[in-house]
């Protein structure tokens, strides 16, 4: 009987591993080790000559251990296995989703360049984009979601700087109002600045709808990022991040890892490991835990408005044809306008019992948290109320929690907010 091509989820527990060269233990051990010894010097050079890029691999050959700051098993057992999910050529694993993102940026911009990106994006990110590039002359220009193609196109040429668009910088779904940026669309942007001596690179960070409900890569994407510390870890227990994309591209992505130094240890591939073969069902149970929060939502007189995928309807024109033709799923992510403004949304936060107050998002367990004075109090004051990031804004990653306890919990810190009520109320005086 000819066996079929297994799903990701099937492959999660042993792809890439093979027990006979660990005991016959079922599951990868933690190769905590410094370096790896060699069966003679012929092998250490071979092996250099890889790593360091002196020659090309002859046919089968695969680049040796040589000492874990370049390779180690549990990592490379980890990068084949997350390459499943977006149907990746190769991916690279860093010690955070922001060592990721400024690995990328470094390594394919040069002084002079232009990078596009897409706002709101992280706040880590952001900051790293307008303060920490521009020391080594790398020029920056965003755009905002609802911009058409041919408006962003227009930024790029009153820019003065159109031949030198090296990188299109996409977060879709943004961080935090679950704004959706056409990555196709903005693929062909890149290409229409492309030329034989240079491909402008269109790179994606997907840490919002993790590899299960987007991928970026099928829509055209050079290169998709993941902070795996969020869905890929889930458990708040590990800080890691991801990059995945062609041989070519992440070949020198890792080089570059190399010199930088900020490759994962293997104890955080061992969890990440773990972690993976339970994604599929942590991811879906989230899924279903925030269509019902959001549906709840909605309907309470205390809240303004809600952003979540879920919700988004034909009416909604252009981010209901993102939404349909480039995700699988709404994912887990809420945000929403609690009505008031910073004091009602610390009311709220305050009052919370089962959902815990803390940044972060994708893990097992609900978080909440108030985007303009935490995760994005880096953002310049005023380009957050432009992208929406106002003080009555509250930011909800959902968990695997029972759905009703999470209800509940939402409804009754929703009591403890009285400004509503009170406008409500005709003035006597």
Same mark, same amino acid.
């Given at each position: 009987?000819?066996?079929?091509?297994?799903?990701?989820?099937?492959?999660?527990?042993?792809?890439?591993?093979?027990?006979?060269?660990?005991?016959?233990?079922?599951?990868?051990?933690?190769?905590?080790?410094?370096?790896?010894?060699?069966?003679?010097?012929?092998?250490?050079?071979?092996?250099?000559?890889?790593?360091?890029?002196?020659?090309?691999?002859?046919?089968?050959?695969?680049?040796?251990?040589?000492?874990?700051?370049?390779?180690?098993?549990?990592?490379?057992?980890?990068?084949?296995?997350?390459?499943?999910?977006?149907?990746?050529?190769?991916?690279?694993?860093?010690?955070?989703?922001?060592?990721?993102?400024?690995?990328?940026?470094?390594?394919?911009?040069?002084?002079?360049?232009?990078? @596009?990106?897409?706002? *709101?994006?992280?706040? =880590?990110? &952001?900051?790293?984009?307008?303060?920490?590039? !521009?020391?080594? /002359?790398? $020029?920056?220009?965003?755009?905002?979601?609802?911009?058409?193609?041919?408006?962003?196109?227009?930024?790029?040429?009153?820019?003065?700087?159109?031949?030198?668009?090296?990188?299109?910088?996409?977060?879709?779904?943004?961080?935090?109002?679950?704004?959706?940026?056409?990555?196709?669309?903005?693929?062909?942007?890149?290409?229409?600045?492309?030329?034989?001596?240079?491909?402008?690179?269109?790179?994606?960070?997907?840490?919002?709808?993790?590899? @299960?409900?987007?991928? *970026?890569?099928?829509? =055209?994407? &050079?290169?998709?990022?993941?902070?795996?510390? !969020?869905?890929? /870890?889930? $458990?708040?227990?590990?800080?890691?991040?991801?990059?995945?994309?062609?041989?070519?591209?992440?070949?020198?992505?890792?080089?570059?890892?190399?010199?930088?130094?900020?490759?994962?240890?293997?104890?955080?591939?061992?969890?990440?490991?773990?972690?993976?073969?339970?994604?599929?069902?942590?991811?879906?149970?989230?899924?279903?835990?925030?269509?019902?929060?959001?549906?709840?939502?909605?309907?309470?007189?205390?809240?303004?408005?809600?952003?979540?995928?879920?919700?988004?309807?034909?009416?909604?024109?252009?981010?209901?044809?993102?939404?349909?033709?480039?995700?699988?799923?709404?994912?887990?992510?809420?945000?929403?306008?609690?009505?008031?403004?910073?004091?009602?949304?610390?009311?709220?936060?305050?009052?919370?019992?089962?959902?815990?107050?803390?940044?972060?998002?994708?893990?097992?367990?609900?978080?909440?948290?108030?985007?303009?004075?935490?995760?994005?109090?880096?953002?310049?004051?005023?380009?957050?109320?432009?992208?929406?990031?106002?003080?009555?804004?509250?930011?909800?990653?959902?968990?695997?929690?029972?759905?009703?306890?999470?209800?509940?919990?939402?409804?009754?810190?929703?009591?403890?907010?009285?400004?509503?009520?009170?406008?409500?109320?005709?003035?006597?005086?």
């Amino acid at each position: 009987m000819k066996k079929p091509p297994f799903s990701p989820e099937s492959l999660m527990m042993s792809y890439g591993y093979k027990p006979e060269l660990s005991e016959g233990a079922i599951k990868c051990p933690i190769f905590q080790t410094s370096t790896f010894v060699f069966k003679n010097a012929e092998e250490g050079k071979a092996f250099f000559e890889l790593a360091y890029g002196l020659r090309e691999a002859d046919k089968d050959e695969q680049p040796g251990l040589i000492y874990s700051r370049l390779n180690n098993p549990d990592l490379e057992i980890l990068e084949e296995r997350l390459s499943l999910w977006d149907g990746a050529e190769s991916c690279a694993v860093f010690e955070s989703g922001m060592s990721a993102i400024s690995s990328v940026l470094f390594e394919f911009l040069e002084p002079g360049d232009l990078l @596009l990106y897409s706002n *709101p994006v992280y706040g =880590g990110t &952001d900051h790293f984009i307008k303060h920490v590039l !521009k020391k080594f /002359g790398i $020029h920056t220009l965003g755009f905002k979601p609802g911009q058409s193609v041919e408006e962003i196109r227009q930024l790029v040429e009153a820019s003065g700087m159109a031949d030198r668009l090296a990188m299109v910088y996409l977060e879709t779904p943004a961080n935090p109002t679950n704004a959706l940026i056409d990555i196709r669309a903005c693929k062909e942007l890149a290409n229409s600045y492309s030329n034989p001596k240079k491909q402008v690179l269109t790179a994606v960070d997907n840490t919002y709808l993790g590899p @299960l409900w987007q991928h *970026p890569l099928k829509q =055209g994407a &050079d290169l998709v990022l993941y902070s795996a510390t !969020k869905y890929i /870890g889930g $458990h708040s227990d590990v800080i890691a991040g991801a990059c995945l994309g062609s041989k070519e591209l992440i070949t020198r992505l890792k080089t570059l890892r190399t010199f930088l130094g900020n490759m994962a240890g293997p104890w955080t591939g061992w969890l990440l490991l773990r972690s993976l073969e339970t994604l599929k069902v942590r991811m879906e149970q989230q899924a279903r835990n925030a269509q019902e929060l959001a549906d709840f939502l909605r309907d309470q007189e205390a809240v303004e408005k809600v952003y979540f995928l879920g919700h988004l309807k034909p009416e909604d024109g252009e981010q209901y044809r993102i939404f349909q033709n480039q995700c699988l799923s709404p994912g887990a992510m809420i945000a929403f306008l609690i009505k008031g403004g910073e004091k009602e949304a610390f009311a709220f936060l305050n009052h919370l019992k089962l959902f815990k107050l803390a940044v972060s998002l994708g893990s097992t367990e609900s978080l909440a948290q108030h985007p303009a004075s935490m995760t994005h109090a880096g953002v310049d004051p005023a380009e957050r109320m432009e992208f929406g990031i106002s003080d009555n804004l509250i930011r909800l990653s959902i968990g695997v929690e029972k759905a009703e306890d999470l209800i509940w919990d939402i409804r009754q810190a929703l009591s403890h907010v009285n400004s509503w009520k009170e406008e409500a109320v005709p003035s006597l005086v």
